[in-house]
């Protein structure tokens, strides 16, 4: 089952902070985030395991609430270049392997 | 350069025609994975695979099949190609927790 993502868009003016939710009615081991430019492929941000821990990558940072089955993606002081749609994902690892569930994603537009 | 490279970029073809969408990487990473991405739903996985000769499937797999007969290859094979196919199509593989993209395929079934 797919993880849920809020909200489905956000629009934001450069400098201004944003916060994408990502949430799933399944247990959460690790929660991958990634980011997706128009007309190009998704790349990789950060991954964030058990634990509560919290990572950052430049002004972009992450939560990881395990037991609410919740992650938060921070945006600080939003700069055009994070325009593009925003992934969580999780994996499901059974006895064949690990397969990936993505969320819907979030839109997000930074205008100057 | 590290990458994962799909061919081809672009497909039009019609209902019931078999083809191949191929996917390369050349960073010797065991896990590969086919994704599919349509508007509102963002990537779904069709097939993954752990190593040479181990696939699964993933949460769309009807309709495609796969192969991983050598580590760096992992073909979608679409036997007989439906509408409800039309979609923009990632290869990806992954070594430990970060996934490596291929640039996509827009196929068109019509």
């Known amino acids: 089952q797919q993880p849920v993502q809020s909200p489905q868009a956000v629009i934001l003016r450069e400098g201004e902070d944003a916060v994408i939710n990502c949430s799933s009615s399944k247990a959460l081991y690790s929660v991958h985030w990634y980011r997706q430019k128009h007309g190009e492929a998704p790349v990789f941000l950060m991954i964030l395991l058990k634990g509560g821990e919290q990572k950052g990558h430049d002004k972009i940072s992450a939560s990881f609430n395990e037991k609410k089955q919740q992650s ?19 994996e499901m690892v059974n006895n064949y392997g690990q397969n990936f569930v993505f969320g819907p994603g979030t839109r997000l537009s930074v205008l100057p | 350069e590290a990458q994962v490279t799909q061919n081809p970029r672009y497909l039009i073809t019609v209902t019931g025609k078999k083809l191949t969408v191929t996917c ?24 993954y695979s752990m190593n040479v000769e181990v696939t699964d499937k993933g949460d769309v797999p009807e309709g ?7 580590k760096r290859n992992f073909p979608l094979i679409l036997e007989s190609p439906s509408p409800n196919q039309t979609s923009l199509y990632f290869c990806a593989s992954k070594k430990r927790y970060e996934q490596y993209f291929g640039p996509g395929t827009r196929l068109t079934v019509t």
Not at chain 1, 73 to 87: E, M, W
Not at chain 2, 27 to 45: A, C, K, T, V
Request: aromatic share 18%; glycine share 8%.
């Open chain 2, 64 to 70: 495609y099949k796969v192969s991983r007969k050598e």
């Open chain 2, 24 to 47: 390369s990487q050349n960073m010797n990473h065991e896990y590969m994975s086919w994704y599919r991405q349509d508007p509102g739903l963002g990537l779904r996985q069709i097939y």
């Open chain 1, 72 to 90: 938060s993606l921070y945006l600080t002081a939003s700069q055009l270049s994070y325009s593009g749609t925003y992934f969580c994902g999780t």
